[in-house]
């Protein structure tokens, strides 16, 4: 004890001291003005190959690691009626399920030989394939990644696994109501629209291998993958390689686009019973796509209303101050033609009513009375300052590139994005909450158990009970 109090006794004569020293004169450093950093997103060179194939290569040798990621226009969107987790299962069997030329499991040992990542995966609207190596793997690396892309075999005890590991998936996503809520809302907020399919226990069970090869051939062909290169080789090593291993690659037929959806205006209560002491409270309504001149604004009001951390109305008003929730926000998905705006909340079942009040107050406060001066000023210092995140390694950058392409956005939409944030005027949030915030929600799912709910759900809307 006594030396405790010495040790405290030196820590607090040194803090006076450091004290001492300050000068009285010194600014705050928050009112220190520093010149405007500068950022110029390198470019990546985009060559097309003989056979269709897209390439985004760009060069940096800082490290001995080569990364390429390709993207394919894909996805559950496209899953036939009654087959729904197909995509995502060709995805997963075609990196797990071995080649023309290796089984799975001499597969997975040269990767591990060469300590190489590669992966495969298909969500709702696009496909991705990777592969990390370092340079001097680079021929091996890029032999096992062509031949995953081009000849999957599709092994069936490798497909059963897959199967069985979705469906347990799937079980186990039942027990996490957050996780289980934000999956539901798509089904009712994309009612009609492949956007909103979903796998079940049913529909993984019915997928056999003659279903994955079927999916692998109507999507997997030169004309509809796009890759991006990126790291320690050059344009002309790239070209190399690429053309050694994917130059033969046959096959035509680029796949159209999922046109954008047309939400429901049904604007129901959609209730999922869950004996837990807590609701999670998801809602979603359409919103501006990247290309709409209300894209930017909308960011903005975005980060305003509940994205932006503890200085946004939601999480401020229904976390902090009032105590209601322990996680409440908004969110903005925003595609190049259209984009979803939400909200959510994850609160104790008697303030379930409540948390949905004071939520949809502070939307129609917004709305009405539109936003502060100061808000708007850390918003956009916010969303101006992050955006250098985006292109923290070469990769980054080659790829958000390649993705300009895939979602039909012009190749200087990022050059212009911190301008156009900047360019924003008060007036242009306020008008766009006017425009978005005045219908209700397409879509309002409440997962808990009504009986300890402060008020009836009915108060909201018209419930339908979801089983």
């Given at each position: 004890?006594?030396?405790?109090?010495?040790?405290?006794?030196?820590?607090?004569?040194?803090?006076?001291?450091?004290?001492?020293?300050?000068?009285?004169?010194?600014?705050?450093?928050?009112?220190?003005?520093?010149?405007?950093?500068?950022?110029?997103?390198?470019?990546?060179?985009?060559?097309?190959?003989?056979?269709?194939?897209?390439?985004?290569?760009?060069?940096?040798?800082?490290?001995?690691?080569?990364?390429?990621?390709?993207?394919?226009?894909?996805?559950?969107?496209?899953?036939?009626?009654?087959?729904?987790?197909?995509?995502?299962?060709?995805?997963?069997?075609?990196?797990?399920?071995?080649?023309?030329?290796?089984?799975?499991?001499?597969?997975d040992e040269a990767l591990d030989f060469i300590a190489a990542d590669?992966?495969?995966?298909?969500?709702?609207?696009?496909?991705?394939?990777?592969?990390?190596?370092?340079?001097?793997?680079?021929?091996?690396?890029?032999?096992?990644?062509?031949?995953?892309?081009?000849?999957?075999?599709?092994?069936?005890?490798?497909?059963?696994?897959?199967?069985?590991?979705?469906?347990?998936?799937?079980?186990?996503?039942?027990?996490?109501?957050?996780?289980?809520?934000?999956?539901?809302?798509?089904?009712?907020?994309?009612?009609?629209?492949?956007?909103?399919?979903?796998?079940?226990?049913?529909?993984?069970?019915?997928?056999?291998?003659?279903?994955?090869?079927?999916?692998?051939?109507?999507?997997?062909?030169?004309?509809?993958?796009?890759?991006?290169?990126?790291?320690?080789?050059?344009?002309?090593?790239?070209?190399?390689?690429?053309?050694?291993?994917?130059?033969?690659?046959?096959?035509?037929?680029?796949?159209?686009?999922?046109?954008?959806?047309?939400?429901?205006?049904?604007?129901?209560?959609?209730?999922?019973?869950?004996?837990?002491?807590?609701?999670?409270?998801?809602?979603?309504?359409?919103?501006?796509?990247?290309?709409?001149?209300?894209?930017?604004?909308?960011?903005?009001?975005?980060?305003?209303?509940?994205?932006?951390?503890?200085?946004?109305?939601?999480?401020?008003?229904?976390?902090?101050?009032?105590?209601?929730?322990?996680?409440?926000?908004?969110?903005?998905?925003?595609?190049?033609?259209?984009?979803?705006?939400?909200?959510?909340?994850?609160?104790?079942?008697?303030?379930?009513?409540?948390?949905?009040?004071?939520?949809?107050?502070?939307?129609?406060?917004?709305?009405?009375?539109?936003?502060?001066?100061?808000?708007?000023?850390?918003?956009?210092?916010?969303?101006?300052?992050?955006?250098?995140?985006?292109?923290?390694?070469?990769?980054?950058?080659?790829?958000?590139?390649?993705?300009?392409?895939?979602?039909?956005?012009?190749?200087?939409?990022?050059?212009?994005?911190?301008?156009?944030?900047?360019?924003?005027?008060?007036?242009?949030?306020?008008?766009?909450?006017?425009?978005?915030?005045?219908?209700?929600?397409?879509?309002?799912?409440?997962?808990?158990?009504?009986?300890?709910?402060?008020?009836?759900?009915?108060?909201?809307?018209?419930?339908?009970?979801?089983?």
């Amino acid at each position: 004890m006594k030396r405790s109090i010495i040790s405290f006794s030196i820590i607090l004569a040194l803090h006076l001291f450091l004290l001492s020293c300050v000068s009285p004169g010194l600014k705050d450093p928050s009112s220190i003005i520093a010149p405007p950093l500068g950022f110029e997103i390198p470019k990546a060179e985009r060559i097309t190959l003989e056979n269709g194939l897209i390439l985004y290569i760009l060069e940096d040798h800082e490290l001995p690691l080569v990364s390429v990621s390709s993207v394919i226009r894909t996805g559950s969107v496209y899953d036939p009626e009654k087959l729904e987790g197909l995509a995502g299962i060709t995805g997963t069997v075609m990196r797990t399920g071995g080649t023309a030329v290796m089984s799975a499991d001499e597969v997975d040992e040269a990767l591990d030989f060469i300590a190489a990542d590669l992966s495969v995966n298909i969500g709702r609207e696009s496909g991705t394939a990777s592969l990390s190596v370092l340079k001097e793997n680079l021929e091996e690396g890029f032999r096992i990644f062509s031949d995953i892309l081009m000849k999957p075999s599709f092994e069936k005890e490798k497909l059963d696994n897959a199967k069985g590991l979705a469906i347990e998936g799937l079980r186990r996503m039942y027990d996490n109501p957050q996780q289980y809520a934000f999956r539901e809302i798509n089904r009712f907020l994309y009612q009609g629209d492949p956007r909103g399919k979903l796998s079940s226990e049913e529909t993984i069970g019915r997928i056999e291998r003659k279903d994955v090869l079927r999916f692998y051939q109507r999507f997997f062909n030169p004309e509809n993958i796009m890759m991006a290169l990126s790291g320690d080789i050059t344009k002309e090593e790239a070209l190399s390689i690429i053309n050694k291993y994917f130059g033969g690659w046959k096959g035509k037929g680029m796949v159209a686009k999922i046109a954008p959806p047309s939400l429901s205006e049904d604007n129901r209560v959609y209730y999922i019973y869950k004996e837990i002491p807590q609701s999670i409270i998801v809602a979603g309504r359409l919103a501006p796509g990247r290309k709409s001149d209300d894209y930017y604004a909308f960011e903005l009001l975005d980060f305003i209303s509940g994205s932006g951390g503890f200085q946004s109305r939601i999480f401020s008003e229904v976390r902090n101050n009032l105590g209601l929730a322990y996680s409440a926000g908004s969110f903005y998905s925003a595609r190049t033609e259209f984009g979803i705006f939400g909200f959510y909340a994850m609160t104790g079942s008697n303030s379930t009513a409540k948390s949905l009040t004071v939520i949809s107050d502070i939307l129609e406060d917004l709305r009405l009375n539109g936003v502060r001066d100061n808000e708007l000023r850390l918003a956009k210092d916010s969303l101006v300052k992050s955006f250098i995140f985006s292109f923290e390694t070469p990769t980054d950058i080659a790829v958000q590139q390649m993705m300009l392409e895939y979602e039909g956005l012009p190749f200087k939409f990022l050059e212009n994005y911190r301008r156009q944030i900047e360019n924003v005027t008060k007036d242009d949030v306020e008008r766009v909450a006017k425009r978005y915030l005045s219908v209700k929600p397409s879509a309002l799912l409440v997962l808990g158990n009504e009986k300890n709910f402060d008020r009836p759900l009915s108060d909201f809307g018209r419930v339908k009970v979801v089983k």
